[in-house]
């Protein structure tokens, strides 16, 4: 029985899976933290189920890429790429695997070329598999990906994402698989990538035993989410169907959209004569028994709706995108109506934009359809501008049907035809100038950027110079727990925190009276290592404190917009002011674009009229009810 | 018998100066500008006189100084540093309206606030002076005098106003064609600074060390001084540290210089306490430079290693009293340092904090530590004054117990809400150089790296800021 491990050469490693007796586990702990916990596991937490994880004798460890990248900056505070080192520290042997969107990278969005590349090869160096997708099925899309990864010597595999309906058959599976192999060549290991954990087990056997019988020496990852509650059931399939290879996570942690728990995987296989190779079950329970008691740390993000939820298979919403689907639901107070959304709409609007895959970017631009056709009341009457470059063609081409020209003549307007001739297909992007974008951080940070900083700045500009502002003046916060991180109300006066900094050196912070000065000041005063600090802040400027105007609600700023008060109707932040003051607009003219939930949202005049003052400007982040601009109404 | 003294200043000084008086058992009497009115110098004074809404302009005004002293019933009045210390239309009016200024006469203070006398004086005293000229005549004659000079002298050269003093009016001139320019630039600067149009030329010593001697002079012809400071450590003219005694391994050129002082000293018939100040070169070649005619910031390191209460005795030698001990008696024992903590950002050029509420104020204490300070938590640093808080002096039997006493003391020191020079002190007591003791005015030019530092370096200091921002906000601000 072979092992797998970290630098290991491709063909090796392909050999093995080709000849393996029995089937091996990847351990998808990204998946199970974006899927189940919004994305927050912390690092701290990885690093406590480090050394058993390492002896578990995974596959791989899926622990970057998808939304991670973004989140690791935006909210745990860690540098992506320390992150990796950090855990190859921890883990020299198990090897480290990604999910990339193709051209999307790890983002929402196409990059260009020469950003995908330098992208790829800096994470190639500490990423061995490389599981790169296209919501499309797109293959173009995920070729300079391919290619990088197989210059750097790496792992690729490409996925097909699967979904469910009558165009979804074996046949067209298989040929994706052969346009795939007709691009990469035959070292590749193929996902199939169920990311919304649909179909029965059936399905699952005939479509695996399908490539298989077309394709003998191709090695099958299966990916799949426990959403329904029966994804070891479509695992078995997948193995008793000869895939080499099949994702699971930590039990402990395991429980709603995620992966399903590793150890019953391998209790069932057992049973039916199939080994997990290299597997040391006595590591997986006490990797679960070492991160059990941090699962209370990480309650405030789990699930809004507790329970399975076996109508996946008819909303067909990837697990990634659930706990940030339920969590907008409930910040933007439409959780009653989830089920219509999901049981009517979502699998309305899947069929009529063409029943493509229900994954990022996909799911995103038909979830906020959705949302918007439900909560506006008048269907497709307020397109995103992510829904209009879809039927733009601009992420790739319908792959079964084109959606009816209704939608189009809604989301284009009436001379939707002409417009598509003018705007339609994929458009190439041009190169950017690495060395200007370079220079550009530099100036932004006050220091020449490293490689991985400049990488981490092409994907997210403004997040990552904010990232690392914080880092320079609040150090490798990775160390920090989940307590601490995301203690809620504030700690005890006289509590002692306990942590280790990233040279390993022990510390301890006891909490001391934070008394409020008369300049209304607030003095925190902390024990540190024994020596007392403080720190002191000025008074913040608080929200929902009965002094402050209360935002306005929905009619209030619908309202508002008849009278040319245009307010924002949701938090999110500006992408683009559409319109100069002085300038003459019509009802129904654009005034400005803005994104929330990494979706593009047109705001529209409803009125004639002249703007007269422009309040926000492009950049700036809008709580509901924040003025965007002013227009003088002409009766 | 009890007798009251007027103290014209404010800040550090007067409350050092308010010790003594009281110490003394005299009283003391308080004069403030309105933007002092919370200073700590009024509440430690005996007595506390209003003298206007200032700010600087009162504190300036002889007349109505006199008059707070006259109408609380003041014998005599101390000036401290700055402010009317120097202005001998101050000590003449004290003098003439019969009240004891404490400091030299006023004609000690013309003259040797006169560059261009004092060299006079100590020249024909045979005084080793930097190379200099007399005033420059005015017009094309001066400039030739001037180009002359830098013939036989050499660049780099100092263009000084006669009137000017305190880094104040002078310019470094490298050329020919700048001497040329900048002449006439100075003389009308000069004129409109110092209502005087005179200038006059010093050689530049390159990076010298700043050796200053402490004197004590009585009536009856005893002059003593009472052992040297070095005052290399400066930023634009303006002192940071003070050390004493001086560092110079030379013992002999030590001794040289101190009894020069007391020759100048004499050679100018000073009277109570003055510092004569040195510049040393390279090859320990000694120059005279100036004779301050009032107590120093710096008087504390002197007073650590001597024991000798210099505040005490200029207070005792204007009541005419004879010094109470001889040469003789002066010994001095360890080594003294003396930081500025200043309410400034040293990041950003030295820019002064002023207008900030110091929300924390604790200070070190422990054997051989003396503070000289006026502010306290809750002070709001007024804007309109120097930005000194408090002189933090350690004294120490060895250099390096010094050095180390002061590390431990400004580890200890916490002052929140100003910036203040303490991290950058915290850096010079960790450098090699410092430590050493091999310092001299360029210090600061060539060691850059003493201005990087963190408000705090520490990871777990940056750690705690997070810490204390979830407990503060009750939230984790960072991870939404």
Redo the contacts between chains.
Sequence with gaps: MTRLFHNMPVPEVLRALRQAKGYYITNTARDLSQSDFKN?ILLHTDLLAADSREKAGYFSLEITGGASVHVDIL???VNPFTKLKVLRERMPQTMFQTLCRGVNLFGYRPYPQNVIRFTVREFAKYVDVWRTFDFMNHIENMRAVFEEVAKAGKINEPCICFSTGPEHTDAFYTDKVREIIDVTGNDIILCIKNHGGLGTPTRIGELVDAIKQRFPDLPIHYHGHNTDGNDVGRITAAVLNGASIVDAADFSFTGYYGPPPVLSVIQALKELGHTAIGIDENAIIETSDVIRDERKYYEQFESQIKGFQPTVQIHKLPGGAMGSSLEQASKGNFLDRMPAILHHELPRVQKELGNWWSVTPGSQILWTTAVSNVINGERYGNPSGDLRNLLLGKYGPFPFYNPEIWIYEKVLGENWQQVLKDEGGIEAIDDIDLAHERFALSEKIGAEPTDQQLVLYLQHPKDAVEFFK?EE?????Y??PPS????????EVGQV?N?Q???G?E?M?E?GP?PV???G????Y?N??HH??????LP?ASSGNPGQAAIPTKEEIQDLAMTGDMRSPFAGNIVEISVKEGQEILAGDRIAIMEAMKMQTPILSRTDGIVVMISARSGDSLRPGDRILTIRVIE | MKKKILVANRGEIAIRLIRAIQELEHEAVAVYEKPDQKSRHIRMANEAVLLGDGPRCDYLNIDKVIKAAKRTGCCAIHPGYGFLAENPFFAKACETQGLIFIGPTSQTIHDLGNKVIARDIMAKAGIPMVPGTDNLPQGHEGVETALTFAKKHHYPIMLKATSGGGGRGIRLIESDAQMQAQIPVARAEALAAFNDDSVYLEKVIVNPKHVEVQILADQFGHTVHLGTRDCSIQRRNQKLIEIAPSMIKNKDLLDTICKTAVKAAKAANYLNAGTVEFLIDKDFNSYFMEINTRVQVEHTVTEMITGIDIVRNQIQLAFGNPLPFSQQDVQTRGHAIEVRINAEDPKNDFMPEGGK?V??Y?STGGFGVRLDGFVYQ?YVIPEVYDSLLVKLTVHGFTWMETVARLHRCLANF?I??PKTTIPFYKNIVNDKDFINGSFDTSYLEKHPHLFLYDE?TS??????????????????P???
């Design positions: 927050r909210r745990h505070q914080f003046q609040y150090g490798q916060v160390v920090l601490i991180f995301f203690r809620q109300g504030g700690f925190l942590f900094d990233h040279n050196k510390h912070i909490i934070s000065i008369d300049t000041e607030t003095n925190v902390l540190v290592d007392q600090s403080i720190f002191t802040f913040e | 509420k929300s924390v604790r809750g916490v929140a809400g705090d990871e777990v200091g940056k750690l705690a800021r997070l810490i204390a921002e979830i407990h503060f906000k009750k939230r984790n960072f991870a939404e």
